[in-house]
């Protein structure tokens, strides 16, 4: 969707609609797109600066970086972007201090439908976790901890402490 920055105004430009992408276009391997992702915005301008302000929300599908169980990971974001032109990025090379915060437009459009796939994909964790206390897989036959014990853990042992147990009946 291709913004005319010409034709903004203060008041603004609102747009409600939903965007599909591929799920290739996220940048989370193997990440997936469950829903077409939803935007409710508002695009104004005071003289050159353009302001994209809003909520964007998903639902997104990743591998647990620990255990590897795929789960849903639901988007629900605001932004509140300025954007300057991009003639300014040149002016702002020379200063000391980079403002990562500031965004750049190359007159005359703006594609909305980038700026919305750049912030979804900044909304991303680090390492997508099933759970913050994701137990992982078991070392010893891969089996997912959590889905319940595999012939390797011992019952309400912890692998390393019966490892440690083991040596220590060794040393008696
Ligand atoms: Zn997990
Ligand atoms: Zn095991």
Do not use: W
């Amino acid at each position: 969707m291709l913004i005319d920055v010409d034709k903004l105004t203060k008041d603004g430009l609102t747009v409600n609609r939903d965007f599909e992408y591929p799920s290739a276009a996220l940048v989370e391997e193997d990440a997936a797109l469950l829903k077409p992702v939803h935007v409710e915005l508002t695009v104004s301008k005071i003289e050159d600066q353009v302001r994209i302000k809003g909520r964007v929300s998903t639902l997104i599908r990743f591998n647990c970086s620990r255990c590897l169980t795929p789960f849903e990971f639901p988007v629900d974001s605001r932004f509140d972007l300025v954007f300057l032109p991009e003639e300014f990025e040149e002016i702002k090379e020379g200063l000391e201090e980079e403002d990562v915060n500031t965004l750049y437009y190359r007159a005359p459009q703006i594609d909305l439908r980038e700026v919305v796939l750049e912030q979804l994909n900044l909304t991303f964790p680090l390492r997508p976790l099933c759970a913050e206390d994701c137990p992982g897989i078991c070392p010893v036959c891969g089996a997912v901890i959590r889905d319940g014990a595999c012939s390797c853990a011992v019952p309400g042992g912890d692998l390393r402490l019966e490892s440690l147990k083991s040596l220590m009946k060794d040393k008696k």
